[in-house]
């Protein structure tokens, strides 16, 4: 590998990564994404691919507006994503149901109701029998069931390799099995040694995802960036047993996908980089999904993995400026919305990058410099 | 498995018996379909999913007309599949590249050529520059190139499992690992005994590609279908190499499938079960491969797998009336065209067990009568 | 494959058609092998591999003695093979524990103890504190444990793949993807049709497993073998939790394995050849397994999968001669023991064949006309 | 992962790692290994196992007595793995055929021929009535044999493996998926800090393969390590073919491996870390292999993989003392000579660390220092 020149270097090639190098190319810059693996081969292909706009708060959050707006975005990326990589994302407009198991759930469930109903944005309170009818096997003895018709989902590895691909089309470079070892600036230049040569760009985004901390450290910033394993399991039913995905307010979920394919997820392991799938995780899982969908005690267990998610301290991502470099900046810890994200993200820092004004999104919020922690290492 | 009762059986779960199933169901048929393994797992997934309805002929066959007409359905029942179940068959009309590799391969090739311009269909003789500027990376060292703009490709593996799926969304029943071990006449009713009980029908149709002849034999009828192994490779590719589907005369083919992926296949190894992917073969392919794009020597070699395909001895399909029973009917052999014609055999055969008339097409030349071997074996 | 003539030909490669077809090589029989799909590709290749010829039974029973005598071949019988293919079957000799977990497995299991007592073979009850300096990881509350020092274990698919190497390094043929469709006899000799062609041999063997009786119904021979699934897991852990193999009363049981695994078996399904893994079995497997090695809830799951044993009405296998043929013999029906049968039974098949006298041993209770319904069904 | 004191943290849980891990453990001092990825996940793993002490040289070389001792060691390495793991590491010593396909190759082999006669090491010259009796499969028109009856082989994983459980079994600890990110000195003390944590130790040895280069550059240390891609492909034989090793002068091996199976390898590809196996080193391999053994093209293509092997600019390993600290050594750059060498290597750094004389062996050909460009970088 020569020592090339790019006008943006993107280390991390996942579904963030992917959507930034998207929309850099189809504005005509140049674009390389390192990526030490392979294209998406972490968390952005072992999500679930939930769209959980407002499944996701219950309460105010900075992220609220930033999720609403991505989550609009899905209908047309799907339809440009097909046609440029003929690749179909799996976008589904189906809904979600969240429920309560317990009492106590419950409250909380209705507190979650409230909220958006206060917000103006669509959800609807379900009785038995409306469950009944809209969801047959879904356990009839839940406490509590709210429909949010506009948070759908997509295939999470079909969108990932889309994005990357239809950047491809539009002229960036991926380089796979590409590690960064160290940035260096020199007169507005940066150098990005790694171990297949010396990339050189004007900018750089880093999107790494849980392992974003780590290559930050050597640029003396130390980011509250930490990796939370999911474990997950495919099953294959029969018949579909479930149209809309199933959330349960204690942190399983259900989501249908193609050919009778019910995804199950996830489990929350802090603070470690193991990606093996456990006996207990599992079981864990397969109770949970058949407290929630009986039936689903015949699927067979087709898959399961485990995707390791950046989580952040305060549980926002961020988006926004190094501190201590002019012309590189940050998207990671965006933990379990990394899907649902990752379009507006692609479009936040592209314009970034661009030196384009933000628009009507403040991302204040977002800025890397909001934690004291997050600053000079050295 | 209760003693059940059902107004056509169907014998064999692959693309044919599937799209029977999906065409009776819809019709409010009630439907079983007795499936020896899993869903498509034999010929109807490893295929390669061209639609060849030209590219598979040279001169008059009886076979042709049928070919166009279920080429021509692929665009409605991609969408009706969708719709149905979310499967996303891939269907890509960037339509397919005959080759030339050697002088002899050449006058074969204007042969065929001629043949097409003299039925009218649009065929396209390319030259040298037209085709590197179509597809720069196709050797430019070819002996002939002729473009067939019609002859599109779809993925077999979701093919077959959409009909699967979209029969069942019709109320089909579809019992996997279920062997049919033998057949009774009992009073114009049907007893199919199988490995996991007795299945009751008024009629059977039996579509078991390869496997129909040993079953059939059960039924005194002795079917010159028999077993031509093919095995085939996918490789992936950083950036799209081809467009359209690459087809040489000598039988080797490239189908460009999503995400960077190129299928090729396929070796012809007749009369054996085995589904060995073998030294040679993959050698032969891989030789072939390169012959025709040079720059596929770069391509990762993603997976290889080999499938069992129905040949018959004039290269006919079996399409008809069993000449022993009332209500018998037979859809086998379709060799390599078992993707393309899929879709119209489902609608011959449920016209068939419906009594229809058989509209304009002819399809006496499929019956299974029409060889003197074809006769009672008792 | 042409017509060709063999002194014997087994129907299944399995590890019971394998130790006969090593039997009868090693004796310059020609032998040939014809297994429908690859060797040992079923139930064999699926079994835990314990050698339970003392843990299986609780009473008297005909089957003690060729259990007990057919364990005691493994030592040599593991020597043997590894001597002539180098493959190492995994044999280990460190016993096995029942184990109670409710109060009426607890008295069920003092039978068991009392029984072996009184037939004088090895067994050890364990205080509570033995186990715990034993096996520390065994759960501490288990209402009882058996030791029995002699029941070993193997790798099931070693040894059935170590069979069949050794029996070619003998002179056997092996036709894989070789499924026999029809027996005839004519002159003393028997034609077997298959998808592959005609082979004839001065004597047959089924040895087919839960898919005997669907061949032999072919024969005139309804035989009462019929199918049970058994699912399985295997977890990864990384030291050693156990080092005897810990079997439950209830029927689930744990099977240390190298590098740190333990084999996780088996539910049990009877009437289908389904090898679907469910969610209910995978969720029955992990809870009991946790309830006897709480720590392993930590380990890794590795793999699951489902094998068809072939279980009869009697439990007892049936090793004889064919009721209606002279020289078709049976070995079928060993259900979870064939793996612990398979050295025996290998020897024992042989000598009929060869129309030596049985020895000490009696295998009348294992004739095949020992039902009434084992008999013609013409 | 709290902050844990060992005596020795090795960085690096490949065959060299595990092998120092299992001497250090062994002699009871508290080792930890830090292993980024899986045990042995890397080339360690995808090695084809020879032990080629004398097919690897031809010339003299400061590593043949390291190769040779390394290499008789094996025998009782592979009882004592067994002893305490169980694991059967498959060492076959059933030596190596050394050819020539070319007549510039009959001229180099005779070289090394002579080269080994004058060593006084055993080999032969064989004739081709010879080969053809040793091994009738061979192409009887090759240019010339060299038989070199000590050159054995093992299992790569497997002794991978044996190693990590044996050093467990003495009571080593083995942390996966932890990256190491940094060392600090303090009194003597080294800190690791890795991704899950921070990690103490007297001593650290750097045993990271084609990774070491990467890491040490962060102790002020440029190492000629550089990785070189090797791809590999593992076919399935009905009959075993081969009974030795066959080794082209070209560098395309053919090793038979347990179950008739027979690994191909392996290309070289220089300065990468891409792992894709690509279309034209199959075919590479499949082209030379079945030059060497036609009969191979009917055996099955079971799998294929690519390892990263550390090189060094002069060929030989890193064997010693880091220069800039006192108790950090370093064992990396062993090239394709890795599963030879580890239980030499893993001695020879446990005498190191544990300030035991160096015995006869002269190590300082492998110092770290030995070139201008080992130095600081700082």
Redesign the interface.
Known sequence: MAHNHYDVAIIGGGVIGGSIAFQLAKRNVRTIVLEKERIASQASSAAAGMLGAQSEFASDSPLISLALKSRAMFGQVAEELKQL????I?Y?QKGMLKVAVTEEEQKSLQEQYKFWRKMGQPVQWLSASELASLEPNVNPTLKGVMYIAEDGQVSAPHLS??FA?AS?AYGAQ?H????V??IKEQGGLYELRT??GVIAADAVVVAGGA?SA?FL?KTGLSLSVY?VKGECLL??T??PLIQATLFAKNGCYLVPK???RILIGATSTP??????????G??HL??K??ELVPS??????EK?WAGIRPQTKDGLPYIGKHPHYQNVWIASGHYRNGILLSPLTGVLIADLVEGKGRGELDITPFAVTRHHDAISTV
């Open positions: 990589t003929g690749i179909d799996g589904v390799l889309a691909k491809m991926w796979e099995f590409t590690e070892i160290d171990n297949q392992w780590l450290e990796p099953v294959k029969e018949k193609r050919g009778g603070h470690t980089f193991d990606q093996k799938v456990t006996v207990q599992v079981t397969l109770e999904a058949q689903i005690g015949g699927a067979e267990l399961s």
